[in-house]
Nanobody
Framework: QVQVVESGGGLVQPGGSLKLSCVVS????????MAWYRQAPGKQRELVAT??????DYAASVSGRFTISRDDAKNTVSLQMNSLKPEDSAVYYC?????????WGQGTQVTVSS
């Protein structure tokens, strides 16, 4: 059974940075394209960043500010977030791309506020 655990969220001021991490156990990361998603209160979950075979892609709202990376040997995926804005506040999740229902973890809360 796959377990996905996200961490690294917290409260940060606008313009600040955070690095999120995701550890996957019970599954081999290297087989899949991976992604970070986020969901803000009252909004649908949205795709933020993807990575596959070294290629990355970003939502327009985060391009140039966020960087996704992965370490398949450690079964981890990371998201470096810089120049954070209040509209980046959400619960962030790591999953395959396309997502798999069994790979949803609890997420990690990011709050950007002064």
């Amino acid at each position: 059974q796959v377990q996905v655990v996200e961490s690294g969220g917290g409260l940060v001021q606008p313009g600040g940075s955070l690095k999120l991490s995701c550890v996957v156990s019970g599954g081999l990361l290297g087989f899949y394209a991976m992604a970070w998603y986020r969901q803000a209160p009252g909004k649908q979950r949205e795709l933020v960043a993807t990575i596959r075979n070294g290629n990355t892609d970003y939502a327009a709202s985060v391009s140039g500010r966020f960087t996704i990376s992965r370490d398949d040997a450690k079964n981890t995926v990371s998201l470096q977030m810089n120049s954070l804005k209040p509209e980046d506040s959400a619960v962030y999740y790591c999953n395959r791309n396309p997502s798999s229902q069994s790979w949803w973890g609890q997420g990690t809360q990011v709050t950007v506020s002064s």
